[in-house]
C-alpha cells in the first residue's frame, strides 16, 4: 500500500534539488519540442522513483511531483519579486527582505539569474546627466538682396554724401545650448544596488551549499570505504 505522507521530508528535498541541479531545463521549462517533453516527462518519472524510494516523507505519483515543485517555484518567484519590489520601493524605510533557506537558495541558483525579474530588459541610459545640444532657431535670418530693378552705377564725379546714421547691427542665426539634466534618484539606486547585491549573494550562497553538500557526501563515502578496509583487514589477520 502506497505511503501517503503530508510533508516532504529534508532528505527528499536533497535528493530533488541533486537532481534538478544535474537536470535544470526540466524545472526551468525549456523542453518545448515534442522530443523535449518526451525527455523531461521520462526525466520527471525518473525523479519520482527516487524521492518514493526513499525511506522518509511524501509519497506522490510523478504529475503530483511535478505539480509540487511548479507550485514552488511559482512560490519562490513571488518571494524574489516581491525583494525586488521592495528593495526598489520610494516610501523609504529599511527593505523587508525575506530569510531564504539553504533549499530555496539552491532552488534560486538552479532557476538561474533573472528569475522573478518582470522586464530584464528594460534599458538605462548609462549618463544620465551629459547635456544635450539642440539648434534652436530664433527666428532671426540675413536680410536677402532685392533682385528687381536693375543695379545702377555710381557717379565717380559727384559721390552721395555719407550718411552719418550708425547701420544697424547684422543678425544673425544663433546657435544655442540648451543642458537638460537628468538627476537620478539617490535612494532609487541604492535599492537597485541592494536588490542586485541580494540576488548575488543567495546564488553565492546556493553555490557554497551545494559545495558544502558535495564534501560531505564525499567525506561519507571516504568514511565507508575505511571502515570496510578495516573490516577487511581485521578479518585477515584473525
Do not use: C
Not at 509519497?59 to 511559482?74: A, E, H, L, Q, V
Not at 548609462?126 to 532657431?137: Q, V
Not at 550718411?163 to 544697424?168: C, E, G, H, I
Not at 544596488?193 to 558535495?214: G, P, T, Y
Amino acid at each position: 500500500m502506497e505511503r501517503r505522507a503530508k510533508r516532504v521530508s529534508a532528505a527528499q528535498w536533497d535528493i530533488a534539488l541533486d537532481f534538478l541541479e544535474r537536470h535544470p531545463a526540466i524545472v526551468r521549462g525549456y523542453h518545448n519540442s515534442s522530443r523535449g517533453r518526451e525527455l523531461t516527462q521520462r526525466l520527471w518519472r525518473e525523479l519520482a522513483a527516487l524521492l518514493n524510494a526513499e525511506g522518509s516523507g511524501a509519497f506522490k505519483t510523478p504529475k503530483d511531483w511535478t505539480t509540487y515543485f511548479n507550485n514552488f517555484k511559482s512560490k519562490l518567484k513571488k518571494m524574489v519579486s516581491d525583494l525586488k519590489a521592495d528593495a526598489t520601493a520610494t516610501g523609504g524605510g529599511p527593505p523587508r527582505a525575506e530569510s531564504m533557506s539553504d533549499s530555496e537558495h539552491r532552488f534560486l541558483a538552479i532557476m538561474g539569474p533573472g528569475f522573478g525579474q518582470s522586464n530584464p530588459n528594460v534599458r538605462v541610459n548609462p549618463f544620465p546627466n551629459m547635456p544635450e545640444e539642440e539648434n534652436i532657431d530664433t527666428g532671426i535670418r540675413n536680410p536677402q538682396p532685392s533682385t528687381s530693378g536693375n543695379i545702377q552705377q555710381a557717379s565717380v564725379r559727384n559721390p552721395p554724401p555719407a550718411s552719418t546714421t550708425p547701420a544697424p547691427p547684422v543678425q544673425r542665426r544663433t546657435r544655442r545650448t540648451r543642458y537638460h539634466t537628468r538627476p537620478m534618484a539617490p535612494l532609487d539606486e541604492a535599492r537597485r544596488i541592494l536588490s542586485q547585491v541580494e540576488l548575488q549573494r543567495a546564488a553565492a550562497d546556493a553555490d557554497q551549499a551545494r559545495a558544502l553538500h558535495l564534501i560531505a557526501q564525499n567525506l561519507g563515502r571516504l568514511a565507508d570505504a575505511a571502515d570496510r578496509y578495516l573490516a577487511r583487514d581485521g578479518n585477515g589477520t584473525q
